[in-house]
Nanobody, 126 residues
């Protein structure tokens, strides 16, 4: 059973940076696909970035690619999301997620992931 706990959110000003962390427990080799999503009030949960735990390959949402870096530390069992040049539009609950399967699902869709953390709040003021 995969458990995910996000941290690192907070209140920042536009242009600032944040590094979000996702502590992972119970992950197996099948749970190779990990991702970050975000959800603003009244909006759908939105894909942000994905990483293959084994290969380290990454994929980013086009609109945020230039400001994001997703990474993982296997020793610490932690996934990170470095966010730079934050904008008010980035205000949202940020979730980390893990898939149950290695293939056969969308890696950029909410429905492609089965395990979720509680989210960490990011608020970017103007």
């Amino acid at each position: 059973q995969v458990q995910l706990v996000e941290s690192g959110g907070g209140l920042v000003q536009a242009g600032d940076s944040l590094r979000l962390s996702c502590a992972i427990s119970g992950r197996t080799f099948s749970n190779d696909n990990m991702a970050w999503f975000r959800q603003a009030p009244g909006k759908d949960r939105e894909f942000v970035a994905r990483i293959s735990w084994s290969a380290g390959s990454t994929y980013y949402a086009d609109s945020m690619k230039g400001r994001l870096t997703i990474s993982r530390d296997n020793t610490k069992n932690t996934m990170y999301l470095q966010m730079n040049s934050l904008k008010p539009e980035d205000t949202a609950l940020y979730y980390c997620a893990a898939a149950r399967r290695l293939y056969g699902m969308s890696l950029t869709s909410r429905n492609g992931y089965d395990y979720w953390g509680q989210g960490t709040q990011v608020i970017v003021s103007s």
